[in-house]
């Protein structure tokens, strides 16, 4: 059998210890050593994989915890989203009913509108997936009631610019001498209709125009001397007569309050007053009917 030997030499002692080994031995020997070797390497990076995993899951631990933790707090924001969406929808049915536009069917209202599922912690891809759902569906509902909103805004716009046509306040400051209606014609009379009302002022006294418009006619009427006309729009007409002078062109602009004329006794009068008239429509109407202070005397 093939043998090894192994020769050690103790120096001081001046002694030499020989041994033989058979081969298989030391083959034996080195396998051992080879083999812990690996072992203790395979353990290393065992041990590595199993502290870098445990890292990992403390960290996606860390992190869902945070995850369930921004869940709830969107669940709850979506919750309040919501509410607010809710009140907003009664406040356009209050204003709807105030300004007299027609109310959004309740299965149109309901367009939308979804239910928010409470948060389930043990599977977040779900709940994301229903938050968005949620969010897609209040997304819908914002850009339906601001649509609503827009068309609220629209319509009190119009509102608003019918009122500022329409006819509303004294357009020169006196007491009125004379109704609309059937009257004698103090120069003929005769029974006839007075299309308007006389409001005596001062001469020299500013005439304002009752209401936003565009000068329609300035220049002289058969009877009423110097005369105003100013068209409001909507179906509004009216007129100023026995004017001293005329302030405004044809075609221009005037707002309501503003001085268009002065109070005269020019064509057909027997004194200084302002003959005021307004149409609706073409058909001439009661004055008084369209003005809304006091702020002449009516006698």
């Known amino acids: 059998m093939e043998q090894v030997n192994f020769v050690i030499a103790f120096v001081k ?5 020989r041994t033989n080994l058979p081969i298989y031995l030391l083959y034996c020997v080195i396998g051992l050593i080879g083999l812990s070797l690996a072992l203790g390497v395979f353990s290393f990076l065992s041990l590595n994989q199993r502290l870098r995993e445990q890292n990992l899951i403390k960290i996606l631990t860390k992190e869902n915890s ?30 709807r009913l105030a300004s007299a536009i027609e109310l959004v069917p309740q299965d149109v209202r309901a367009m939308g509108i ?14 994301l997936l229903q938050i968005e759902k949620t969010l897609a569906e209040l997304n819908r509902q914002v850009q339906f009631q601001e649509v609503s909103f827009a068309e609220i805004e629209k319509h009190l716009k119009q509102q608003e610019t019918v009122l500022n046509h329409t006819p509303s306040i004294w ?6 001498s004379s109704g609309y209606g059937y009257r004698r014609d103090p120069f003929t009379g005769r029974k006839v209709m007075h299309n308007g009302i006389d409001i005596v002022a001062p001469p020299g006294t500013p005439i304002v125009a009752t209401a936003d418009g565009r000068v ?8 009423y001397g110097k005369v105003i006309e100013i068209d409001h729009g909507y179906g509004y007409i009216t007129f100023y007569g026995h004017c001293q002078s005329i302030r405004k062109g044809y075609g221009e602009k005037v707002t309501r309050g503003e001085v268009i004329a002065t109070v005269g006794r020019s064509g057909k009068t027997t004194g200084y007053h302002l003959h005021y008239g307004v149409k609706v429509s073409g058909t001439w109407v009661n004055p008084l009917n369209y003005i809304l202070d006091n702020y002449a005397v009516v006698d």
Not at 114 to 127: F, H, K, Q, W, Y
């Open 216 to 223: 329609c006619f300035a220049g002289i009427r058969p009877g």
């Open 114 to 127: 979804g239910g928010i599922a409470s948060v389930n912690l043990t599977n977040e891809n779900a709940d």
């Open 13 to 17: 002692r001046n002694r030499i210890l």
């Open 66 to 95: 945070t995850l369930r933790r921004k869940l709830g707090y969107i669940e709850n924001e979506v919750a309040r989203l919501k509410e607010r969406l809710l009140a907003l929808a009664e406040f356009d049915t209050k204003l």
């Open 171 to 176: 357009p020169v400051c006196g007491w009125v």
